[in-house]
Structure formats: C-alpha cells, structure tokens
C-alpha cells in the first residue's frame, strides 16, 4: 500500500521496513515533530460551559 508523506507529499511504501512510516523519511519526520514543538499544530477544541463540567465536590469541607 502506498501513502502520501504528511510532510512532503511523496509518496511511499507503508512498509514494516520503512521506520520512518508514514514519512518518507527522518528528515520529513524531524520537520513533523518540530512543527508540533512550536505550537504550529492544533487540535480543534469547543469551549466548555463551566456548568458542564464535572466539579469534583469539594474537597476542603470534611
């Protein structure tokens, strides 16, 4: 089976002998990585109603 590198879209061999996958490889993969490093990656997220969140109870009332 063949995929496209995340990072410069060529495209490679999903191999077991490839341990770079799904990179075409370490070069592609480093530049991935340091993507994520600096933030330029983000997973998008709702904003959360407090009213919806789980409190926990309080834990200083004994």
Not at 25 to 54: K, M
Request: aromatic share 8%.
């Amino acid at each position: 089976m063949n995929v496209d590198c995340p990072t410069c879209k060529k495209s490679v061999e999903w191999d077991t002998a490839n341990p770079y996958r799904p990179f075409c490889s370490e070069r592609c993969q480093l530049i991935d990585l340091g993507a994520w490093a600096n933030e330029e990656y983000r997973v998008p997220a709702e904003n959360a109603d407090p009213s919806d969140l789980d409190q926990g109870g309080d834990l200083t009332s004994h």
